[in-house]
Each structure stands twice: as structure tokens, then as C-alpha cells.
């Protein structure tokens, strides 16, 4: 894996369609780090986008347990991507400084696996100031 870049992170699925299934995840295993923080959110409006920032230090792996969640990326290169999660045993990845706009299907539930407690300190808010750090690497 490449932890410079927003990508697709797989995680194994147990199980089988007549009795279910479960998907583990564990710090420094089958997460890239150490799980420090975990929050999930829930009934966001469909015409709603959330996220509008990025983190000059933490790193993610997002989960869409239920519904379907679709991420604009752009990280610290000037990448864009878009990334769709619709299965609960397929993450997206988010090093730092990655910029993100999120859009959520109705009844999405989005669980974060976050490397580092919050701080509103680690937030990068504003679009230029983003961009402005990124310019400067």
C-alpha cells in the first residue's frame, strides 16, 4: 500500500450469505495504524456535502456500513479522485493532507478509524489555505 495516496483499503469479510458475515479490524494488523479515535455518522441528509476540509496529521480508513458514500479527493499532489464505498468490507484510506467532499446515499452510515484524537488544531478548513500548504511541499 501506498500511505502517501487516498486509496481503496480491503478488509476480509467472514462469513457466508445463509449465515452473515463479520468484518474485523485491528490496530497495527489489518489497519496501517494505530486506532486511536473511532466515530460514525448517521442520517446526513442526501443533499447535504460534508467534509469540506482536510488534516494536516491524521490518517482515516472510512467504512460505509450501510447505504453508499462517495468521496471527492484531492491530495497533496493536486490528484483528484473520486471514491465510492458501497460495501461494508471496502475502506478508502485518507492520509494526511487529503482535501474531501463527501455525499451520502439515504441511511448512509459512515464509520472513521482515526489514527489520532480529535483536535480542531489538526483541521485545515479553508480550500486556499489547503492548497497553500500543499504548494509549499
Known amino acids: 500500500m501506498n500511505s502517501d495516496i487516498p486509496q481503496y483499503f480491503n478488509l476480509d469479510r467472514i462469513g457466508n450469505s445463509s449465515l452473515g ?52 479527493t484531492e491530495d497533496k499532489t493536486n490528484n483528484k479522485e473520486v471514491f465510492t464505498l458501497d460495501n461494508p468490507s471496502k475502506g478508502l484510506y485518507l492520509p494526511e493532507l487529503v482535501w474531501r467532499d463527501i455525499k451520502f446515499s439515504h441511511n448512509a452510515v459512515l464509520l472513521c478509524l482515526a489514527s489520532e484524537p480529535y483536535t480542531e488544531d489538526d483541521y485545515i478548513r479553508e480550500y486556499n489555505e489547503f492548497k497553500s500548504i500543499i504548494n509549499e511541499l
Open 21 to 72: 458475515f463479520i468484518t474485523v479490524a485491528e490496530s497495527l494488523k489489518n489497519i496501517p495504524f494505530d486506532i486511536k479515535r473511532v466515530y460514525w455518522t448517521y442520517y446526513t441528509p442526501q443533499d447535504v456535502i460534508r467534509g469540506g476540509h482536510a488534516h494536516k496529521n491524521l490518517k482515516q480508513i472510512i467504512v460505509a456500513v450501510s447505504g453508499i458514500i462517495e468521496f471527492n
